[in-house]
Nanobody, 125 residues
Framework: VQLQASGGGLVQAGGSLRLSCVVSGRTGSFRYMAWFRQAPGKEREFVGALRWNGGHTYYADSVKGRFTISRNNAKDTMYLEMNALRSEDTAVYYC???????????????????WGQGTQVTVSS
């Protein structure tokens, strides 16, 4: 299984970006896919998750109402639409997947088995 994240870049505060995560491999076995991010000097933190079958989404409070996770099953791709970006959203964004994580554990990075390489998002104020 491989995850490939892309779409990062430099954007002004208040702007938007859409990240993509293309999955190659057995996507049918995933229970959840998720986005995490890591800012310099900080721990990797949960951004949001998507239940692959069913499409339910869950978000960290810090991004709720601004970020949206979606998927295209036919393309085995997950997206992270980011609006109203703030300087504190600056980080490397990672996509991840798990065949077994449960809902109560979505924010725990150790619950995920597969990780992409990350894509840098920089928001200038």
């Amino acid at each position: 299984v491989q995850l490939q994240a892309s779409g990062g870049g430099l954007v002004q505060a208040g702007g938007s970006l859409r990240l993509s995560c293309v999955v190659s491999g057995r996507t049918g076995s995933f229970r959840y896919m998720a986005w995490f991010r890591q800012a310099p000097g900080k721990e990797r933190e949960f951004v949001g998750a998507l239940r692959w079958n069913g499409g339910h989404t869950y978000y960290a409070d810090s991004v709720k109402g601004r970020f949206t996770i979606s998927r295209n099953n036919a393309k085995d791709t997950m997206y992270l639409e980011m609006n109203a970006l703030r300087s504190e959203d600056t980080a490397v964004y990672y996509c991840t997947a798990s065949p077994s994580v449960i809902q109560s554990n979505l924010a725990s990075r150790v619950a995920y088995a597969y990780w992409g390489q990350g894509t840098q998002v920089t928001v200038s104020s």
